[in-house]
């Protein structure tokens, strides 16, 4: 009866995301379980057996729950992607699908998003289930970086990035390749293996949802009412590789840089705590409710990180509304404001006096200030230049006082370059200023 009833609430949920109205299959049959010891009068009642039994009953449930959602996802839609952190929860939806054929057959394309700070272990441990399932994934990162090359990455960007701005950092390394990856897959359906588990921002999430991204495309969450130590116990039924870090103390992992094992002493955890737990050849050691306790599988994460307001850090923007609003163009395409090149910057600001905005296209601060910067072009009779600088760091650094984005110079008659210190980007307060050092 649990069963049907929650299929009912499943079915409510997927016309509740406009699904197709035909389905190509029939909803898994109810589990059967079995006749458990203690009914027998005759034999006494034995509470490992009958807890080992539950457990057992649980988990195919909310196998076949999982399975049918996939179907869903897979059968219904076109496009069908999957983004794979190799998570504890990812590993399972990706033996899921494989146990489905939807990996060998392409129905599930999986994602995986570098953000070129993942664990050392992270990338080959990709490859490995590659080869395990059968599959190849599709990998993007920051936008104009070639697929690993952190080289490249730090030369554009900036390898303290995420020290400089954590925001602009998950925008460049998360959010931006995020978004690009759904719109060059095509996708219609997104699978993702978020649980109600993993704490209250996600507390109320069901198996399928409205996504905000590209105007409403549908996401899955097949694993929307699994516990972390559902997960465990599905990758020990079945043997599914995991991460290798799971061994080594983590519950979860992202970045390596921001993420600690779980329990640490690590000056920068919130909750400092002695111990220990791991998960070793499909088995706990340790003290597993550090793990396991609600919410305690992210505690791990984004750790000494903070948002703007002061506040916590607990997602990246991935997940989260407005996600969808990434920045692909240039600034000041038309207007008055002069494109410089790195080739030609040094001259011609020298030759006149001038006003140069050193930029990056991708930064929330100049994409902020784009309007008022063209009126002040404007208004201005001197020059006003702009110089992408995100591309040419150490250009910028020598040449144009700059440590981060935007910076605005003066280039004065006597060919000093001459830097705006305020945050204050309205038409009247560059002016004033660019007037005051002429």
Request: some cysteine; overall charge negative; hydrophobic content about 35%.
């Given at each position: 009866?649990?069963f ?61 729950q999982?399975?049918y ?32 054929g939807?990996?060998?057959d ?45 080289g ?16 602009q ?80 103390g ?130 201005l ?12 760091r ?7 006082n ?37």
């Open positions: 009866i649990a049907l009833i929650d299929t009912m609430k499943l079915i409510g949920l997927f016309a509740a995301v406009a699904l197709p109205t035909c389905v190509a299959f029939a909803p898994p049959p109810s589990f059967t379980p079995p006749s458990p010891s203690l009914l027998k009068s005759s034999t006494q009642f034995d509470q490992e057996t009958f807890i080992s039994e539950s457990k057992q009953m649980r988990l195919s449930h909310l196998e076949d999982a399975m959602a996939l179907k869903i996802s897979c059968e219904n839609y076109d496009n069908a992607v999957f983004p794979n952190a190799m998570i504890a929860g990812d590993v399972v939806i990706t033996h899921l699908l494989s146990r489905l939807y990996l060998k392409g129905k599930a394309k999986i994602m995986v998003v570098d953000t070129f700070h993942l664990f050392d272990d992270t990338m080959p441990f990709l490859r490995s289930i590659e080869k395990e399932y059968g599959f190849e994934a599709e990998i993007f990162c920051a936008e104009g970086v070639p697929v690993g090359d952190k490249a990455f730090d030369k554009k960007y900036g390898k303290d990035l995420w020290k400089e701005d954590i925001e950092y998950d925008k460049v390394c998360k959010v931006e390749p995020f978004q690009r990856g759904l719109k060059t897959l095509n996708t219609d359906c997104m699978i993702n293996g978020r649980t109600r588990w993993q704490g209250f921002e996600r507390a109320w999430i069901d198996q399928f949802e409205n996504a905000p991204i590209g105007g409403g495309l549908a996401k899955c969450n097949p694993l929307a009412y699994w516990t972390l130590e559902d997960c465990f116990d599905y990758i020990s039924k079945y043997k599914v590789p995991h991460h290798p870090c799971h061994a080594q983590y519950p979860s992992h992202g970045d390596a840089k921001d993420t600690i094992p779980i329990p640490s002493m690590d000056p920068r955890n919130p909750d400092p705590q002695e111990g220990s737990c791991k998960f070793v050849d499909f088995k706990f050691e340790g003290d597993k409710k550090f793990w396991l306790d609600y919410a305690c599988e992210r505690k791990g994460r984004f750790v000494g990180l903070a948002n703007k307001d002061g506040s916590t850090k607990t997602e990246c923007g991935i997940h989260v509304e407005g996600a969808e609003k990434t920045f692909d163009r240039d600034l000041w395409e038309s207007g008055s404001v002069k494109e410089l090149s790195v080739g030609d910057a040094l001259e011609v600001t020298k030759s006149a006096p001038g006003v140069v905005v050193v930029y990056a296209p991708w930064c929330q601060f100049c994409q902020g200030m784009e309007s008022e910067y063209a009126k002040l072009a404007e208004e009779s001197l020059p006003v230049y702009k110089l992408r600088g995100d591309e040419e150490d250009f910028v650094q020598a040449n144009f700059t440590q981060s984005f935007p910076t605005i110079n003066v280039v004065n008659k006597n060919g000093d370059v001459v830097k705006y210190e305020s945050e204050q980007r309205d038409v009247a307060s560059m002016k004033s200023f660019v007037e005051s050092n002429m």
